[in-house]
């Protein structure tokens, strides 16, 4: 079998299997200071990673949960890896949470450590003096020494080194069984609605041998990490994916600093959320303009549109090194992807590929290839997992339900929810989509956020906002249904927009608020026009405040409705 694709059986199979294959090659690559970086490799990591597994054993901790929180970082993966491979269960929690949420997951999870990062320092140490929850252990990914009753990652791994060269195996013979619960993941919802979803080993180990040949990322390549390492996606698909194919990983240093950091480490393989990629796709096409170039671009996509990527990547130059000039793979997940924009990367010779998956799934589902690619559609299932629609429409749209060796084992301590959602071993995903006859899968809309007029028509906002976005100077938008006063059986489409005051002044030469709302009232408009009658937005409301969104950047629609 070729090395990229070795059989595992669990996490720790699959760090032992691979630290001799990649023993000498860099796991990660950070910057100390201005041009000045340290490699860890992947023999390094993976001993850290023992050493400190055995310092936990010592502390007392086996079958423990254990949480982890902070900034994206080869901290948090130690911290990771060292519980979920012999220790205990460990509980990934959102960097984003404020104090009162963090206490309540901390207390809803039974955690007795965790591991922080320094801007979490006055946080968990309230947390831990209070006496609703069971913490014991404080564990800093920053502190140099341990202090004031707080670990040092660090001197714990110096500790679980000498344990370990003193014969102690606690840690490294530990057997791991891959159908146990040894991940709890929270959902996004509000900390006391929100449900804990339950993964084992055998779950995130056979989503990584399913999508590993589909993605063909290897030991060669450059991986930037940017989306919430928290957040499942990042963590299987990046985090968890680079050390099983043996690639190098560095940290992005912000929104505002991913071209930048593409360029710096010379990026091959990312993972972003569809805003990200539209916002790129957008200042592209803003500059070629701005430059005189932007008809020569349009000429040659048509040109070479049937050219081969490497071709593309020849005569679209200008646009890779603004990428870094060396990527290989994009991925697109968590949300819709705007179609034009994936087929104006493809045209450009950029393999963008948009994914499909859930918290629930450990996550892949579906996801496109180089080869493998439609418009608008996730892709196909991968290999080992099986989909099917239940309750079709006319219209050939039901609710994608999952069958895999990736689903979860259920929400922990909620059987209800659980019933809800799994049945016959099938996952009900909460999406509506299509299934062509190629098996390529698109996705319609959420169930939950459809809105349905009193004439039966059904109304999908993700669809309408893909529309919304697309004028220039509008960040974000937000599709509700709003009851009209004289007729309260209907509802009327009504959008609210996130503008960009700079990028309105300077399109459209418009100063004031009255002259952009006129602006984009036309644009609406027009969109209107174009869409069948029952889809007209009929109301507008502009600002320049953010829409309220999980840590990956989706729209959380019932907190949004309490505000309109």
Known sequence: MDKKYIEISDL??????????????????????????????????????DALGTALMNLGLKGKRIAVIGENRYEWGLSYLSVVCGVGTVVPLDKSLPENEL??????????AIFYSKKYDEAV???????????????????????EGVYSQLQLIEKGKKLIENGNRDFIDVKINPEEMNIMLFTSGTTSKSKVVALSHKNICSNLMAFAPELKIDENDRVLSFLPIHHVFECTAGFLYSLYVGSQTSFCDGIKHIVENLNEYKI???CFVPAIYESLYKNIVRKLEKDGKLELIRKLEEEYKDASIEEKK???KGIHDIFGGEIKLLISGAAALDKDVACAFRKWGIVLCQGYGLTETSPVVAIETLDEFKPGSIGKALPNVQVKLEDVDANGMGELVVKGPNVMLGYFGNEEATKEVLKDGWFYTGDLAKIDEDGYIFICGRKKSVIVLKNGKNIFPEEMENLVNKIEGVKESFIFGKQQSNDKEDVK???????????IRDTYKVESDDEIY?????KIKEINKIMPKYKSIKGIILTEEPLIKTTTNKIKRQENMKYL
Not at 493 to 503: G, H, M
Not at 518 to 522: A, D, L, P, Q, Y
């Open 125 to 147: 140490k309230k947390i831990k003096f209070s006496d609703k929850n069971k913490l014991k252990h404080l564990i800093s990914m920053d502190l140099e020494e341990h202090s």
């Open 493 to 503: 489409i009504n959008v609210k927009i996130v503008f960009d005051r700079n990028i």
């Open 103 to 112: 206490e309540e997951l901390v207390r809803r999870s039974e955690v007795e």
């Open 268 to 270: 091959t393989f990312a």
């Open 12 to 49: 720790k199979d699959m760090l032992n299997k691979t630290k001799e294959v990649y023993a000498d090659r860099p796991a990660y690559k950070i910057r100390i200071k201005e041009n000045e970086y340290r490699i860890i490799t992947h023999k390094e990591i993976r001993e850290m990673i």
């Open 518 to 522: 006129e602006v984009i009232s036309n």
């Open 314 to 316: 020849k005569v679209f």
